[in-house]
């Protein structure tokens, strides 16, 4: 099978980076392709503008799902998006692998979406949930928290995690046509000794070599 991986995380010696780097070995050891997306390391634009087009149906005023719609139409994306909207074309599993800041993405993460998900190439004209462009791809998120697990419970201090999820889940994945797998998260990383790392590693790493055999959430429950 085909996976792609993206790593939202400025620093390879975190517990992203081995998540990242464990996955990738992991699959291709198991016989799957992978291709990865390292947006920090890639120096990733996250602003989404007229950057992302090589040339603009309206010049004169910007209006970005219009210009998604021509540069689909046109074959108009600039080489960076194209680039990244091959991979997620290409692949049968697409894994994000990010810590959960302020509740959500971080910025370059959600900034890859903005630009990469483009209406006509990836959505729109009815193709959206059920009947998304990407209805025959699974997606997994697999973040790290700052807190404790209790502290994403839903009476805990944060509140339920998946409610959190859900803006992800069901409005850049399902939206698209993925079907979502149960989330992967991995809570207080920094509170865990080196011993509890490499068993969360290790869980990872037995998840990932059953993870094509997984039925997809209901993200429309959460």
């Not at 947006?39 to 010049?59: C, G, V």
């Not at 791809?137 to 944060?158: P, R, V, W």
């Not at 055999?213 to 429950?221: M, N």
């Amino acid at each position: 099978m085909k996976v792609l991986i993206l790593l939202a995380h400025p620093e390879p010696q975190s517990m992203n980076g081995a998540l990242f780097t464990t996955a990738i070995e992991t699959l291709e050891a198991a016989g799957h392709q992978v291709r990865t997306s390292d947006l920090y390391a890639m120096r990733f634009n996250p602003i989404s503008d007229q950057n992302n087009f090589t040339r603009l149906q309206d010049p004169a005023f910007y209006k970005q799902q219009l210009e998604e719609l021509h540069a689909t139409e046109t074959d108009s994306f600039a080489a960076d998006i194209d680039s990244e909207q091959q991979k997620v074309e290409w692949c049968d599993l697409m894994i994000w692998q990010f810590p959960l800041w302020w509740f959500s993405v971080p910025g370059i993460l959600k900034g890859w979406v903005d630009r990469v998900f483009a209406m006509g190439r990836f959505y729109g004209q009815g193709r959206i949930y059920e009947q998304g462009v990407f209805r025959s791809k699974l997606a997994l998120l697999s973040l790290t928290t700052g807190g404790t697990g209790n502290d994403y419970e839903q009476k805990g201090l944060q509140g339920d995690i998946h409610n959190m999820l859900k803006p992800i889940h069901r409005g850049m994945l399902r939206f698209t046509g993925f079907s979502v797998l149960t989330p992967h998260i991995i809570y207080g990383p920094a509170r865990l000794s080196p011993d509890q790392r490499r068993q969360e590693l290790d869980r990872w790493k037995n998840r990932l070599l059953e993870v094509f055999s997984e039925r997809p959430v209901e993200v429309g429950a959460y």
